[in-house]
C-alpha cells in the first residue's frame, strides 16, 4: 500500500518534473485535474503545483471545498451563463470565453464581489464543427465594436484555442498560428500598453510540443501528468 502510494506520488512529481523543465521561461503549466480525484491533485500540490484546470463547474465546487485555499483554479470548459455566478468569486482565470453574451455575465458578476477576472477570448480555429469559440473574424468584430471597454469586472488576458485532434503536426502548427495572428493583432491595436494582455492558452497532452514552438504562454496538460481519465 505505501510502495503503491509513493510510486504514484513520485511518477506524478517526475510527470510535472518533465513538462515543467521542458517550458521556455515565461509560459505556465495548467494542471488539467478534471475527472481525477482530490487525492491526486493534492499529490501534485505537495509536488509544489499550484495552478489546476477543471471544465465542469459542479466538479470545481466540490474539488475546490476539500483542497487548499492558495490553489489557483482555472476554469477551460465550456461555461453556461447561469453557473458562472458560482465561481466569479474565485476563479483565477476563465480560458474559455466563447460568446459576448458570456464575457457580459461574467463581468457582471464580477463585480458583485467586487473582482476583475482574468478572461481569456476561446478562438476557433478547429476542423471539428463542435469546438466552442469566436472565429477569428468574430473575434475581431467583438473586439472592434467596443462593448468590452466598460466592462470593469474582466480583465482580458489573451486568447485560447484548441487544435483539431489529428496527426498531422502540420495542420495543428497552422491552426496554433491562426490564433496567434489573432493575439497579435488584438494586441497591437488594443492592448499595446497592458502587460496584463500577454496569454495564449494552447496545447494538451498530445500537442503541448508543438503548442510551444507556436507562442504558447500557458499550456493545459491532463493526462500526461495524470494519466487517463476515469
Ligand atoms: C481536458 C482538457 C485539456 C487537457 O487534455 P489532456 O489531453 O488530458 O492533456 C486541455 N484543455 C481543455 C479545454 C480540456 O477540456
Avoid at 506520488?9 to 515543467?20: C, F, Y
Avoid at 484555442?161 to 493575439?183: G, K, L, T
Wanted: aromatic share 10%; proline share 3%; glycine share 6%.
Amino acid at each position: 500500500m505505501f510502495t503503491d502510494m509513493f510510486q504514484r506520488m513520485s511518477s506524478i512529481q517526475s510527470r510535472l518534473d518533465s513538462i515543467l523543465s521542458s517550458l521556455p521561461q515565461g509560459t505556465r503549466l495548467v494542471a488539467v485535474s478534471k475527472y481525477h480525484p482530490v487525492e491526486m491533485i493534492m499529490e501534485a500540490y505537495e509536488a509544489g503545483h499550484r495552478i489546476f484546470g477543471e471544465s465542469h463547474v459542479q466538479e470545481l465546487q466540490e474539488k475546490r471545498s476539500q483542497l487548499p485555499a492558495d490553489i489557483e483554479w482555472h476554469f477551460i470548459g465550456h461555461l453556461q451563463t447561469n453557473k458562472v455566478k458560482y465561481i466569479a468569486p474565485y476563479i483565477s482565470m476563465i480560458h474559455s470565453v466563447d460568446t459576448p453574451h458570456l464575457l457580459s455575465e461574467i463581468n457582471k458578476q464580477a463585480l458583485k464581489c467586487s473582482r476583475k477576472i482574468p478572461c481569456l477570448l476561446q478562438i476557433h480555429v478547429a476542423q471539428e464543427e463542435t469546438k466552442f469559440g469566436f472565429t477569428p473574424q468574430e473575434c475581431l468584430d467583438f473586439m472592434a465594436e467596443g462593448s468590452w471597454r466598460s466592462m470593469s469586472g474582466i480583465q482580458l488576458c489573451g486568447v485560447m484555442c484548441m487544435a483539431s485532434n489529428v496527426d498531422d503536426d502540420a495542420q495543428i502548427a497552422c491552426e496554433f498560428e491562426r490564433a496567434r495572428e489573432v493575439f497579435k493583432t488584438l494586441k497591437a491595436q488594443y492592448f499595446a500598453q497592458d502587460d496584463a494582455f500577454r496569454e495564449c492558452s494552447w496545447g494538451m497532452s498530445d500537442d503541448y510540443p508543438i503548442a510551444l514552438q507556436h507562442g504558447s504562454t500557458l499550456i493545459r496538460v491532463g493526462s500526461l501528468i495524470f494519466g487517463q481519465r476515469v
